[in-house]
């Protein structure tokens, strides 16, 4: 038998073969443009361009692989990022990616089909109905096709239609980080009969981590204004206080002795602090911490110590009494979906969905999400099916933003 013998630069042609076919045997028919909203600077909505025939993405790593969006949806962090916020930090992880920082498209959320995989990817392949919430340093999701690293998709829901699924991934993944990484409630032990306190539980994160908690078995107290205390209750919260009423602060004295404080309304649940349990290392944690604000403001080394110092500083008066005081930041993570996705197909967790608007309309969703008070998600349907009977009509914000189109 002949044998071949392959020098260093023939085996390395030979593994890049190799994964090309692999590629190309995982891969449907894809065009090679697609239409997209994309930045080329900081500011607001009016920033925002409809490039129609944009370069497909392509699968750079062999754990990447590649969606058709069916839909996807606008968050607050959306909003902020479009208005420059964590641009320094995101920016220091494209350099290392070795991407640029525009055109920039948004959006974290997504809901589609597979349609390519890369060589390393053998959990997916063309075909399969999935979710994710990619990572804010990535290329985002308000676009006709997105590439996504495998570690951070999973199968979507069943029972649920594109377009609900796509209001679900970046607050699941946020409220499963808060919760389980920061929070510690890893397991059955530590979640059962534990008393949570939800402040802004009528945001997307929030209505999330109310059903979630409820999973779980905890005791669950939220906040929330006086327009969603129904949609808090429908939620299984077992206690909902309407955080502008006169006596909300006293009302919730009197049910005092959390495990745990989840604040999803920008820092205003830190005065609850005293309420947690003393000397049982009972846990505050914010979604709203300051690290990213202040690397923009001082940069990466001033704005790391700065952060050190105000973190050491706010845990030092609460560590007087037993407890801590902790910063909660998105990770995607599709393990952490895989998990959601069973809770929702066994129906203890629902998608809650404010509005639905045209892939056209992106910019006037931006405006009306501007303006803060989102009772549930804004979820964009990218590609035409018809609607579940659960979801909300689609919603006209204002006239086409055609004028809004570039190259």
């Known amino acids: 038998m002949p044998l071949l013998v392959l020098g260093r630069a023939g085996a390395a042609a030979s593994l890049r073969r190799c994964l090309v076919s692999r590629r190309s045997a995982h891969r449907a028919s894809v065009p090679t443009e697609m239409s997209a909203w994309q ?3 900081y500011g607001g909505p009016e920033e925002l361009q409809l490039t129609t025939s944009h370069r497909l993405p392509t699968i750079t790593q062999p754990t990447e692989l590649l969606i058709k969006v069916h839909a996807a ?16 930090t995101m920016n220091l992880m494209r350099q290392l990616c070795g991407t640029l920082e525009f055109p ?8 589609g089909e597979v349609v390519a995989v890369g060589g390393g990817v053998s959990q997916f392949r063309p075909g399969d109905q999935v979710w994710a919430a990619v990572g804010p340093q990535r290329q985002g ?4 096709y997105v590439a996504a690293a495998a570690g951070s998709v999973s199968l979507k829901p069943r029972s649920l239609s594109h377009v609900e699924a ?4 970046y607050v699941a993944a946020t409220a499963w980080s808060a919760l389980v990484v920061t929070g510690e409630l890893v397991s059955e032990g530590t979640r059962r009969d534990r008393r949570v306190l939800v402040c802004g539980a009528a945001g997307g994160v929030g209505s999330l981590a109310v059903q979630l908690l409820k999973a779980w078995g905890c005791q669950v107290t939220a906040t929330c204004a006086t327009d969603a205390v ?13 955080y502008t009423a006169p006596d909300a602060d006293e009302h919730l004295k009197l049910m005092q002795g959390y495990d745990l404080i989840l604040d999803c309304s920008g820092g205003h649940g830190e005065r609850h602090i005293p309420l947690m349990k003393p000397w049982t290392y009972a846990k505050y944690v914010t979604l709203s911490p300051p690290l990213l604000k202040n690397i923009d403001a001082d940069g990466l080394v001033a704005g790391g110590v700065r952060n050190l110092a105000e973190l050491v500083q706010s845990n030092i008066s609460s560590h007087t009494q037993g407890r801590s005081h902790r910063w909660a930041f998105f990770m995607p993570n599709g393990c952490a979906l895989s998990q959601v996705r069973d809770l929702v197909d ?6 809650v969905v404010q509005r639905v608007v045209p892939f056209e309309l ?6 009306q999400l501007q303006g803060g008070h989102s009772r549930g998600k804004t979820v964009i349907r990218v590609v035409d099916e018809p609607p579940a009977p659960s979801e909300p009509p689609e919603t006209d914000t204002g006239a086409p933003s055609s004028d809004r189109s570039g190259a």
């Open 346 to 351: 066994d129906g203890k967790i629902r998608p």
């Open 104 to 111: 920039l498209t948004l959006g974290r959320d997504v809901s």
């Open 39 to 41: 930045i080329h600077r």
């Open 141 to 144: 999701t308000h676009a006709e």
């Open 230 to 242: 129904e949609l808090v209750e429908s939620l299984g919260a077992d206690v909902v206080v309407d």
């Open 362 to 367: 992106v910019p006037d969703a931006f405006v």
């Open 166 to 169: 796509a209001s679900i991934p």
């Open 73 to 88: 949806s606008i968050n607050p962090i959306d909003v902020a990022m479009l208005g420059g916020y964590g641009s320094t």
